[in-house]
């Protein structure tokens, strides 16, 4: 079964810092993108970051405007966990954080990353941040 299950979220302060993780299993990332979203309630989700793992090596990252120079996504050489390190984040009230495996060209629309193809999706986790 594929899966993926995420973990690390919580509450913290304004310009703090929160690692992430996601759980893969049940599926080969190899020629697909691996990255993570983030959807505030009653809002539409908002691609955050992707890496691209290619047969052989791993590709380059993006990441949304909101977050470059704050949010990193390490590559990992496991091939069965993705990372998500948040620093000095913002206060932007409650998100839920989607870990997803994508397929397909990455473009930017508003500053966010939009994706053609979600093929495997997280349940997410909850990461509240407070003035």
């Known amino acids: 079964t594929e899966q993926l299950v995420e973990s690390g979220g919580g509450s913290v302060q304004a310009g703090g810092s929160l690692r992430l993780s996601c759980a893969a299993s049940?599926?080969?990332?190899?020629?697909?993108?691996t990255g993570w979203f983030r959807q505030a309630p009653g809002k539409e989700r908002e691609g955050v970051t992707f890496?691209?793992?290619?047969?052989?090596?791993?590709?380059?990252?993006a990441y949304a405007d909101f977050v470059k120079g704050r949010f990193t996504i390490p590559p990992d050489k496991t091939g069965n966990t993705a990372y998500l390190q948040m620093n000095d984040l913002k206060a932007e009230g409650t998100r839920m954080y989607h870990c997803?495996?994508?397929?397909?060209?990455?473009?930017?629309?508003?500053?966010?990353?939009?994706?053609?193809?979600?093929?495997?999706w997280g349940n997410g986790t909850s990461v509240t941040i407070s003035s």
């Open positions: 890496i691209y793992y290619g047969p052989k090596n791993v590709g380059n990252s």
């Open positions: 997803a495996i994508v397929q397909g060209p990455i473009s930017v629309y508003r500053g966010a990353l939009k994706v053609q193809v979600v093929e495997i």
């Open positions: 049940g599926f080969d990332r190899h020629g697909k993108r």
